[in-house]
């Protein structure tokens, strides 16, 4: 498999900002800070989707709130412990922020693009056992976990979930199988429920698949070498 880590992971964006940036952390200098993009859906909600931006690709003023960009980059994953607990925390980290101007007689056009623009590209592998299940009113759900590969031998872990056939496809996919995702980024809240009976409201964010295919393994060095054999 080729790991180029852009040609695996890519993600294209389109909303606007939500409230404030708040600083992330601090490489070499170089300061990071993270903040909210509301994405409309079709229903007429958003999704609120958390980007990670390097001070150095934007402007001070970029980041204001209602303010509509276009933002290229990954989806991410890393490890938070809080609480001597493990936490997969996910985020956009973005590699180019475009200013977009809205037209406010558009409005329409600007809706249906910003839900074509929520796409993101995964190519990896399937590091868990599918979890297929159906809903209440029979709809058919598969859970999916994905290793995305990464430079420097590090990998990102994507909650993704497929729906209907595609569901029904992925149960049956063996853990190591290599597939390639297109969907879209979505935001749902839920509710965390402790030993204690305490209650905390949380943010998931997984891929919501919408075409999904399995790549096929090369073929083995002695198939090619017999064929170079035969070419020869």
Not at 80 to 108: C, G, Q
Request: aromatic share 10%; charged share 30%; proline share 2%.
């Amino acid at each position: 498999m080729n790991t180029n880590y852009s040609e695996n992971n890519y993600i294209t964006l389109v909303g606007k900002v939500t409230g404030e940036k708040k600083f992330s952390h601090e490489i070499y200098g170089e300061k990071f800070y993270i903040f909210n993009l509301a994405i409309p859906r079709l229903s007429g909600n958003n999704d609120i989707i958390p980007i990670t931006v390097s001070e150095r690709i934007i402007k001070e003023d970029t980041l204001q709130d209602e303010k509509r960009l276009l933002v290229k980059g990954q989806f991410r994953s890393y490890n938070s412990y809080e609480n001597e607990k493990n936490r997969l925390i996910l985020t956009v980290f973005a590699k180019d922020i475009i200013e977009v101007e809205e037209k406010e007689d558009d409005e329409n056009e600007i809706v249906k693009k910003d839900i074509i623009t929520n796409e993101v590209v995964l190519v990896g592998y399937i590091c868990k056992k599918p979890i297929y299940r159906q809903t209440p009113f029979g709809r058919e759900i598969s859970d999916i976990l994905l290793a995305v590969n990464r430079a420097y031998n590090k990998s990102d872990y994507i909650p993704c979930i497929a729906w209907g056939r595609n569901a029904r496809f992925c149960q049956n996919l063996e853990v190591g199988s290599q597939v390639k995702i297109i969907g879209r980024v979505q935001s749902r809240t839920y509710e965390k429920k402790y030993e204690d009976g305490t209650i905390e409201n949380r943010i998931a964010y997984e891929v919501s698949i919408g075409s999904l295919e399995v790549i096929e393994e090369k073929e083995t060095e002695n198939q090619v070498e017999e064929e170079n054999q035969e070419a020869v």
